[in-house]
């Protein structure tokens, strides 16, 4: 399974100017506005205290752009070790052993993005969040950021290994079930795919966030939202 996957990611996304167009989107994300939703004493660089743990990391555009003490990247697929900058820790390892692999209360930040949409069953979604919650400190936050079917359509189904339907409702009233409090949710944030017409030159992200949330009611089809422990 983890050479199939290997192997689509690879075709959906090859090419070294592909990789440094999405890192340079992701730079900009980062600094203009989900670094505002990491607590500020993750900030202090060299501070093993404070974990930021990025799931499903894939091509490492966040966890390498985001600003923390410890950043984890946890993904399934072998090759996360090549995209992962320098003063990340990479696990090679399933989402559904996160406990196994980092034990309880072990971060302040668990951020998790367009994975949930590639799981098998509603099921493992609640398993998911479980175990973000148990990894989490309390007063962690969790961060989703995910596709909306709602706002894509038709186009959510463009991606073969998309197989669950998810609105920022269905989502917000998972990690209800599981004792989550909603800090946050942009129901239309980003555009669904960095494939999209939009520009995406690294100032116009940046201005695409600083006019948040009106930039997202005309091309939002993904939804961010911030959950508390």
Same mark, same amino acid.
């Given at each position: 399974?983890?050479?199939?996957?290997?192997?689509?990611?690879?075709?959906?996304? &090859? /090419?070294?100017?592909?990789?440094?167009?999405?890192?340079?989107?992701?730079?900009?994300?980062?600094?203009?506005?989900?670094?505002?939703?990491?607590?500020?004493?993750?900030?202090?660089?060299?501070?093993?205290?404070?974990?930021?743990?990025?799931?499903?990391?894939?091509?490492?555009?966040?966890?390498?752009?985001?600003?923390? /003490?410890?950043?984890?990247?946890?993904?399934?697929?072998?090759?996360?070790?090549?995209?992962?900058?320098?003063?990340?820790?990479?696990?090679?390892?399933?989402?559904?052993?996160?406990?196994? =692999?980092? /034990?309880?209360?072990?971060?302040?930040?668990?951020?998790? &993005?367009?994975?949930?949409?590639?799981?098998?069953?509603?099921?493992? *979604? &609640?398993?998911?969040?479980?175990?973000?919650?148990? *990894?989490?400190?309390?007063?962690?936050?969790?961060?989703?950021?995910?596709?909306?079917?709602?706002?894509?359509?038709?186009?959510?189904?463009?991606?073969?290994?998309?197989?669950?339907?998810?609105?920022?409702? &269905?989502?917000?009233?998972?990690?209800?079930?599981? /004792?989550?409090?909603?800090?946050?949710?942009?129901?239309?944030?980003?555009?669904?795919?960095?494939?999209?017409?939009?520009?995406?030159?690294?100032?116009?992200?940046?201005?695409?966030?600083?006019?948040?949330?009106?930039?997202? =009611?005309?091309?939002?089809?993904?939804?961010?939202?911030?959950?508390?422990?």
């Amino acid at each position: 399974m983890e050479d199939k996957l290997q192997t689509m990611y690879n075709a959906r996304f &090859s /090419g070294e100017e592909v990789h440094r167009k999405r890192n340079k989107i992701w730079e900009a994300l980062c600094a203009n506005y989900f670094q505002n939703w990491i607590p500020p004493s993750i900030f202090e660089e060299g501070n093993s205290k404070t974990t930021i743990v990025d799931v499903a990391a894939g091509f490492c555009e966040f966890i390498n752009n985001i600003k923390a /003490g410890n950043k984890i990247a946890i993904d399934l697929i072998p090759d996360t070790t090549k995209y992962a900058s320098g003063d990340v820790t990479v696990i090679i390892e399933s989402a559904f052993n996160l406990v196994e =692999c980092l /034990g309880t209360e072990a971060a302040d930040v668990v951020f998790i &993005s367009n994975f949930l949409e590639h799981l098998d069953t509603k099921e493992q *979604v &609640s398993d998911i969040f479980a175990q973000a919650k148990l *990894v989490l400190r309390t007063g962690g936050r969790l961060l989703i950021l995910q596709p909306n079917i709602k706002y894509t359509g038709g186009k959510y189904w463009d991606f073969f290994d998309h197989k669950l339907p998810l609105t920022e409702d &269905s989502i917000i009233e998972c990690a209800g079930l599981h /004792g989550y409090k909603t800090v946050k949710c942009v129901k239309r944030f980003l555009p669904y795919t960095t494939k999209s017409r939009f520009p995406q030159a690294k100032w116009i992200v940046a201005l695409y966030c600083k006019m948040m949330p009106l930039s997202g =009611c005309f091309f939002g089809e993904q939804s961010f939202i911030v959950f508390e422990k």
